[in-house]
């Protein structure tokens, strides 16, 4: 079974403070993709990052980096020097090789940076 | 940036009615998909379509649903006779390649649909 649990529903930080995202999932692909979008409260939804399942490189891009650990099967995503504009729900995904063309994806987590 | 692109942003329809919901998938992606979220909830699969064909579609995709794609460039979702839960936000994605293990899905803005 595939499952994607984001366990913080809401967050409120104040701009410029370092913000977690957590992400746990669950999967029996030995081969599998994990994903972040953000929808911002225009309602679109925007790829942010896609990690698989034989690289455990943690990544940054910009003020955003990204913690892949399969020990404790997360993906964790931090917004450092949070501004106002990242206030959007983040969602994490999951798609494994043979989910076919499905993603998975978590409940999401509400983000809201107070100026 | 080629995007994935929705209309209409807002469709309000009456429970019964058919209503069908456009996408226009990025011009050289081959696989299409529609996902829908209810209102405060995940994002949840629908359908993927490819070749012409369904090929994957979940259990929420009854009877009811229905896609194609009738020329080119356009890639639609009937809802043939509309409930009061399906209202939700519908998004269009495609991707390049097979299956999100080998490209990301590119959604569009979604279609906020009401059903009153």
């Known amino acids: 079974a595939q499952k994607v649990t984001q366990a913080q529903t809401e967050i409120s930080v104040v701009e410029k403070e370092d913000v977690t995202l957590d992400c746990v999932y669950e999967?029996?692909?030995?081969?599998?993709?994990l994903f972040w979008y953000k929808q911002p409260p225009s309602g679109e939804l925007v790829f942010l990052i896609r990690?698989?399942?034989?690289?455990?490189q943690n990544e940054i891009s910009g003020r955003y980096s990204w913690n892949f650990q399969k020990s404790t099967s997360s993906f964790n995503f931090t917004i450092t020097a949070s501004q106002v504009v990242d206030s959007a729900v983040y969602f994490c995904?999951?798609?494994?090789?043979?989910?076919?063309?499905?993603?998975?994806f978590g409940t999401g987590t509400s983000l809201t940076v107070i100026p | 940036e080629p995007e994935v692109t929705q209309t209409p942003s807002h469709q309000v329809t009456q429970m019964g009615q058919e209503v069908i919901l456009r996408c226009v998938p990025i011009?050289?992606?081959?696989?299409f998909y529609w996902y829908r979220q209810i209102l405060g909830q995940k994002v949840e699969f629908l359908v993927s379509?490819?070749?012409?064909?369904?090929?994957?579609k979940s259990e929420i995709f009854d009877d009811q649903f229905s896609v194609e794609r009738p020329d080119g460039s356009n890639f639609t979702l009937k809802i043939r006779s509309t409930k009061l839960e399906d209202s939700a936000m519908y998004f269009c994605?495609?991707?390049?390649?097979?299956?999100?293990?080998?490209?990301?899905?590119?959604f569009g803005n979604g279609t906020r649909l009401t059903v009153t």
């Open positions: 379509f490819y070749n012409n064909e369904i090929s994957e």
């Open positions: 011009s050289n992606h081959l696989y």
């Open positions: 995904a999951l798609s494994g090789l043979n989910t076919g063309n499905q993603f998975y």
């Open positions: 999967t029996r692909d030995t081969t599998y993709y």
């Open positions: 990690r698989n399942s034989f690289d455990e």
């Open positions: 994605a495609s991707s390049e390649r097979q299956g999100p293990y080998n490209s990301p899905l590119h």
